[in-house]
């Protein structure tokens, strides 16, 4: 531990350039703070709403409560063409509102077609359609399809409007499209009631613009929270007609479904985590003001400061 | 505790990269060789079956009449990786021009008419659609938002009177902008980092539900 409290400079991602003659105090202990004990903070905040659940309020917001409601909208036998657009690296996020989403579609008696845009979705959206189609009891091939990942995204959004058929003409299993019963009399955004992208990047736009301005294809989407605030432009001007954001968008949906999973698990470290990062912003804000109003952050010194910093 | 080989290396690997918090260290970076390692794998192997197995060879041969046409798209897959050769690296071009012409020709209307034509009719008639007093208001923010954003970044004027005002408006509506976006992204980050937690504490410890 005495090394985290006195690290050498430059040996941690991060760690503080610690001025030998820097501020004294409190102000001088926030100023050399290693960076490590934020990072130890963090895993803290996160760990112990997991292990001692705190249930909090989910307040459910209008894009969500609109996602619902086109969902719930569908009738059984209505198709979907469901898009698993994102990789490994987000199934954090994403994870949970595709599962809560192809539950309550099997639920509801809904055909999916499924594929992604991407070849490292391949693995993650055949599991997770698998899993949910074992769950309800569906049946390859008449319940759900399984399509795959077709090379250039944009090439693939626009030829479905043509043909599903041509654009894909086998699934991911090497099948013959042609073949597969689902998809006998499904071929077109035309006869598709909802496209849903859960999307990890814009695809859920380019969706918007591909299949919705130019084939008139009703859709909503999931997205990664740093995704989400690009999604509200298209919302607002009803391209998307609903959608999830995030973790929580994930956890208002578990919510409405009344089907608490990992999303409405995940906001209690969720909370915890952004009480944090609140803290240490204003700290941080504090303290930088505080230095500055007693000169300790000046001209010279603060250009020290940052150029040992640098090297 | 999982008795699953897989689960421990999983759990092992994430641990090895959350050492990198700690310091820089060869377990950090063998998990970081191995991802790459892995990934680049992967991605060939999912390309290849993706690109060239299911859109060409399959098709072929189950009907080589009708589908004959997939050569061309074969060959100037083909041509691509020409771009290794100096000496055959110009017949890179004919792939790429073709499919810059292609997709400028297809992309240009359709995020024309999405992101620029639909989004100006969706926030002038915001007002018109709102439905109450609150959306009302909301509604002429959101317009008064946007122009004064779009003065802010006209720069033929000297951005003083008026056009200063509004200008100075539109700032404030970019940081609100920039403050959603950076409390979104904090709110991704945290979930990935959930995530991680979920799976040692539930998959691989079994500590929790």
């Known amino acids: ?311 | 505790m999982s008795h699953d080989p897989s689960v421990w290396v999983t759990a092992l690997l994430t641990l090895a990269i959350f050492s990198f918090l700690y310091r820089e260290n060869r377990i950090f970076r063998f998990a970081e060789h191995l991802l790459v390692g892995v990934s680049a794998g992967y991605y060939v192997v999912q390309y290849f079956y993706s690109g060239v197995i299911k859109k060409m060879v399959i098709p072929m041969s189950q009907d080589l009449g009708a589908n004959w046409v997939l050569l061309f798209g074969g060959l100037f897959g083909v041509l691509m990786f020409t771009r290794l050769s100096r000496r055959y690296g110009w017949a890179a071009r004919y792939p790429i021009a073709f499919y810059v012409a292609a997709g400028a020709g297809y992309f240009i209307p359709s995020i024309l008419e999405a992101n620029v034509l639909k989004q100006i009719g969706g926030t002038l008639t915001a007002p018109a659609a709102a439905a109450s007093p609150a959306a009302m208001i909301s509604a002429f923010v959101l317009v008064a938002g946007v122009i004064s954003c779009l003065i802010y970044f006209y720069f033929s004027v000297e951005h003083k009177g008026p056009v200063g005002t509004a200008s100075r408006i539109g700032i404030l509506f970019l940081m609100l902008g920039f403050g959603a976006s950076f409390g979104y992204t904090v709110m991704g980050r945290i979930t990935l980092l959930i995530g991680r937690f979920q799976f040692l504490f539930h998959d691989w410890l079994g500590w929790i539900g």
């Open chain 1, 1 to 311: 531990m005495s090394e985290i409290q006195r690290p050498a400079p430059g040996s941690a991602p991060g760690s503080a350039p610690g001025p030998a003659s820097g501020p004294r105090g409190s102000l001088g202990v926030l100023a050399a703070l290693d960076r490590r004990w934020i990072y130890l903070a963090m895993a803290l905040a996160v760990a112990i709403p997991m292990l001692a659940p705190v249930r909090l309020p989910i307040v459910i917001s209008k894009e969500v409560e609109a996602f619902h409601r086109e969902i719930e909208a569908l009738a059984p036998g209505d198709q979907v063409l469901f898009s698993f657009d994102y990789e490994p690296d987000v199934m954090a996020e994403l994870d949970p509102m595709t599962e809560a989403i192809l539950d309550r579609l099997f639920a509801k008696g809904i055909q999916v077609i499924a594929m992604t845009n991407y070849a490292g979705g391949v693995g993650i959206g055949q599991a997770r359609l698998e899993a949910a189609a074992r769950r309800h009891g569906k049946t390859y091939g008449t319940d759900y399809v399984f399509l795959g990942y077709n090379p250039d995204w944009s090439g693939t959004m626009l030829r479905l409007g043509e043909s599903i058929k041509a654009t894909f003409p086998v699934d991911q299993f090497g099948r013959p499209t042609a073949e597969i019963p689902l998809l006998a009399t499904c071929d077109a955004y035309r006869d598709i009631e909802l496209l849903v992208s859960i999307a990890g990047s814009q695809l859920s736009e380019f969706w918007a613009a591909y299949a919705g301005a130019r084939y008139g294809q009703r859709m909503v989407s999931g997205n990664t929270a740093i995704q989400a605030i690009f999604i509200y432009p298209f919302y607002q001007s009803g391209q998307i007609k609903g959608f999830l954001g995030g973790l929580k968008g994930a956890a208002e949906y578990e919510t409405l479904i009344e089907r608490p999973a990992f999303g409405v698990r995940g906001m209690g470290s969720q909370s915890a985590g952004h009480l944090l990062i609140v803290a240490l912003v204003i700290a941080g804000n504090v303290g930088y003001f505080l230095m500055r109003r007693k000169g300790l952050l000046q001209g010279n010194r603060l250009r020290a400061v940052e150029r040992k910093g640098r090297s």
